[in-house]
């Protein structure tokens, strides 16, 4: 299954210290490089986000598909 996720329900995950979550839904999960970024300038989480962009299960990746992902945002 394919998730596309904003910065607010990773930041709320980390936050009460249920990311774990999506893993155990998804297995893996993939994020825009923006959503990284974004995620970074949380000073209060800074060692919880650096730790959650280790994981292994986690993939920073960058949108190949410009096309369909506008059109899919726009869905939104």
Avoid: C
């Amino acid at each position: 299954m394919i998730v596309v996720s904003d910065t607010s329900p990773v930041r709320g995950l980390i936050a009460i210290g249920q990311i774990s979550l999506l893993q155990q839904l998804f297995s893996e999960i993939f994020i825009r490089l923006l959503l990284k970024r974004e995620l970074l300038r949380i000073e209060f989480l800074k060692t919880e986000i650096a730790a959650f962009l280790r994981y292994d299960w986690v993939h920073v990746k960058p949108i190949e598909h410009h096309k369909e992902y506008n059109a899919f945002s726009k869905l939104r």
